[in-house]
């Protein structure tokens, strides 16, 4: 089946495993975003040499959507963490909220590869944009309370480590 | 492609509409709900499925407990691949059901319903689109959703089937804020 007759069928019709690496580059660099998601996908579970490269297209052209780009940052990841890294750097200061949740989420999962440099920076990047998040927030569900909740958790001693320079700092 | 007599809801709204419920036999065998109109097709699943937020639910509790045992035994998670297999193929599902609700969502801010009353507005809508398109090439056509809350923008990409139809390959919701930007 070639592309056009691929993109007839809604994404569950499909059966990603049966298609050529070079027919899921194709989609997952596509317009139908469901199935783009799902090809970028299969490129990842095969460990196809050109997942991240597609993934970086991907977010490099800001193609798609945001949840077709949180899934290419997690492809990314897996394979080239230093590019991820260094994509995850420009995009906490100023990425909206569903992508800060999908980056918290990420980084919950890696928690080992954010706890040193060069990880670390981008987790105290995280950390204060949550400051624009606080109880009173009413502008979106996200980022999630649960992810919020267990991101700061997870990196809670950062926090009291932050408060204690700035107050030195202050003094 | 054969007309077919359609006792649902759907198919009496869209007959009303002036189109039609038809079957498409995609290359694979598999039969497409479509409705028509002149030489546009647009495909129900497209709309019923990804538009209300039907898309398939993501298994919560195994996306948790993969997380929990990659976060807390990273060894134990790694010495079975299809512990990482599965991760990746619930996260595709996470935000393909994600993207679904959201559409829901942006249908809805604009005062269309989740039902039947809601699918069949969003059909004519792209029927129409699909007439003004002339399609060379998967470009997205922008068009305007009018609900009786507000607008929403839809973009849509179109193929030429065979036989001359314009079938809706894709349609993407951009959500009021992402369009001020």
């Known amino acids: 089946m070639n592309i056009d007759d691929l993109l007839m069928l809604t994404d569950d019709q499909i059966d990603?495993?049966?298609?050529?690496?070079?027919?899921?580059?194709?989609?997952?660099?596509?317009?139908?975003?469901?199935?783009?998601?799902?090809?970028?996908t299969e490129l990842s579970i095969r460990n196809s040499p050109c997942a991240a490269s597609v993934a970086w297209e991907i977010l490099s052209h800001a193609h798609g959507d945001h949840h077709l780009q949180a899934r290419a940052v997690e492809v990314l990841f897996e394979v080239n963490r230093k590019r991820a890294m260094d994509w995850l750097e420009q995009q906490v200061p100023e990425c909206e909220p569903f992508m800060l949740n999908a980056i918290m989420e990420l980084i919950i999962e890696n928690e080992s590869d954010f706890k040193f440099e060069p990880g670390l920076s981008i987790t105290h990047l995280v950390i204060e944009r949550l400051a624009e998040f606080d109880e009173d927030y009413e502008g979106t569900r996200f980022p999630h309370p649960a992810v919020k909740s267990s991101f700061l958790k997870h990196f809670d001693y950062l926090r009291s480590g932050f408060a204690a320079s700035a107050h030195h700092l202050a003094a | 492609m054969e007309a077919k007599t359609n006792p649902t809801e759907l198919g009496k709204k869209l007959r009303f509409q002036g189109s039609e419920i038809?079957?498409?036999?995609?290359?694979?065998?598999?039969?497409?709900?479509?409705?028509?109109?002149?030489?546009?097709?647009?495909?129900?699943?497209?709309?019923?499925?990804?538009?209300?937020?039907?898309?398939?639910?993501?298994p919560e509790d195994e996306l948790r407990r993969l997380?929990?045992?990659?976060?807390?035994?990273?060894?134990?998670?790694?010495?079975?691949p299809e512990n990482k297999r599965r991760l990746k193929e619930i996260m595709k599902l996470k935000y393909n059901d994600e993207r679904s609700q959201e559409m829901l969502e942006s249908i809805k801010k604009i005062g269309i319903a989740d039902s039947v009353d809601g699918i069949s507005p969003i059909i004519a809508h792209l029927l129409s689109v699909g007439e003004e398109v002339d399609v060379q090439s998967p470009v997205r056509h922008p068009g305007k959703l009018e609900g009786p809350l507000g607008n929403l923008k839809v973009l849509s990409t179109w193929t030429v089937l065979p036989d001359g139809m314009r079938y809706?390959?894709?349609?993407?919701?951009?959500?009021q804020k992402e369009e001020n930007e």
């Open chain 2, 168 to 175: 809706l390959s894709s349609m993407n919701f951009i959500p």
């Open chain 2, 67 to 80: 997380q929990e045992l990659k976060q807390k035994n990273r060894k134990s998670f790694d010495a079975n």
């Open chain 1, 16 to 40: 990603y495993t049966s298609l050529s690496e070079d027919i899921l580059q194709q989609l997952a660099l596509g317009e139908e975003l469901f199935i783009a998601t799902s090809a970028l």
């Open chain 2, 22 to 58: 038809v079957d498409v036999q995609a290359p694979n065998g598999k039969t497409i709900a479509c409705a028509k109109q002149g030489s546009v097709l647009v495909p129900i699943d497209k709309v019923a499925i990804y538009a209300m937020g039907k898309v398939k639910k993501y």
